[in-house]
């Protein structure tokens, strides 16, 4: 996982209204954890949002720029404001490179499967992020799920998903993440309709057969 460079500058206070000011500029209170002495700092939103929005996931890895130091860094876990979503405050753990950490990242699947090209099933995407142990510069942007080779009621479990040299899987190996749905048959679904559907009117004639010859009585 690459890390991307992002500015941040040291915050002096913990005061509630100093963390409104900041806001009301343009900024987001912070605090670096996880190297020793938690460090209270501040970072441009609008900076922030950008590297957000250009993650593949909520897993970031950062290169921390504070004057001319740099720390190693994963966004822990950021608190929104409930109605506009706005950043209000940003956990970042330091990490170091050769670190494992453990992380969620989403799965993708990639390729065509087979029973979707020939065979007329759906691809059901069942599990869609998945837990990861790794070094932060091993670990992949995603976790990628080849599924070529899939056909129609095949399914491919946590345990089938080949992962990047130095990555472990946490999560449950008999989880399924993708299967192949068979296809609907229109025929029989229709033919079952219509049994359903005459079923019904004979049901309801003599219902009324019924309670016209009580009435001439």
Not at 143 to 150: K, R, W
Request: hydrophobic share 35%; charged share 25%; net charge negative.
């Amino acid at each position: 996982m690459n890390a991307v460079e992002l500015e941040i500058e040291p915050r002096e206070t913990k005061k509630r209204n100093r963390a409104k000011a900041l806001r009301s500029a343009g900024r987001v209170p912070g605090v670096v954890y996880g190297g020793g002495d938690n460090q209270l700092v501040e970072v441009d939103n609008k900076a922030f949002e950008h590297v957000m929005q250009s993650a593949s996931s909520d897993t970031v890895l950062l290169d921390l720029k504070l004057g001319k130091s740099k720390r190693l860094a994963l966004v822990q876990e950021v608190q929104h404001h409930p109605v506009s979503r706005k950043a209000l405050h940003i956990d970042f753990r330091e990490v170091k490179p050769e670190q494992n950490v453990i992380v969620t990242l989403p799965t993708v699947p990639v390729g065509e499967p087979v029973g979707v090209k020939t065979g007329g099933g759906t691809l059901e995407h069942v599990l869609r992020y998945v837990k990861v142990k790794g070094t932060p510069v091993a670990l992949p942007e995603t976790i990628e799920v080849g599924v070529a080779e899939l056909d129609v009621g095949q399914t491919l479990h946590v345990s089938d998903v080949q992962t990047p040299e130095g990555i472990e899987l946490l999560g449950n190996p008999g989880n399924p993440v993708v299967s192949i749905s068979k296809p609907r048959v229109a025929g029989k679904e229709s033919a079952a309709d219509d049994e359903t559907s005459e079923e019904a009117t004979s049901e309801n004639s003599e219902a009324a057969e019924g309670s016209g010859g009580a009435a001439s009585e």
